[in-house]
């Protein structure tokens, strides 16, 4: 079994920065694909960010050139940096290990106008 557990979350206003991060832990006998997701209220989860083991991240349109995603294989962690924050960034992001196969619970991201 996999743990993934989320970190980060919080209250800042818009055109603050926020830095998530997301360890995985447990069972794990190969480094796999990571990628945070995001739910805002009333909306369906949708991808922000991925990355592979080795190679090119991916960004949704709305926060290419403001978030980054990074991380570090040795410590099976991800990192997402993100910059001038806006209210519709507003949600709970969800952070994924495995192409979908493990979860975190979440980390609530609340930008004030």
């Known amino acids: 079994q996999v743990q993934v557990v989320e970190s980060g979350g919080g209250l800042v206003q818009a055109g603050g920065s926020l830095r998530l991060s997301c360890a995985a832990s447990g069972s794990i006998f190969m480094i796999k694909h990571m990628a945070w997701y995001r739910q805002a209220p009333g909306k369906e989860r949708e991808l922000v960010a991925s990355?592979?083991?080795?190679?090119?991240?991916y960004y949704a349109g709305s926060v290419k050139g403001r978030y980054t995603i990074s991380r570090d294989n040795a410590r099976n962690t991800v990192y997402l940096q993100m910059n001038n924050l806006k209210p519709e960034d507003t949600a709970v992001y969800y952070c994924n290990y495995g192409s979908g196969e493990y979860w975190g619970q979440g980390t609530q991201v609340t930008v004030s106008s």
């Open positions: 990355i592979p083991p080795l190679g090119v991240a």
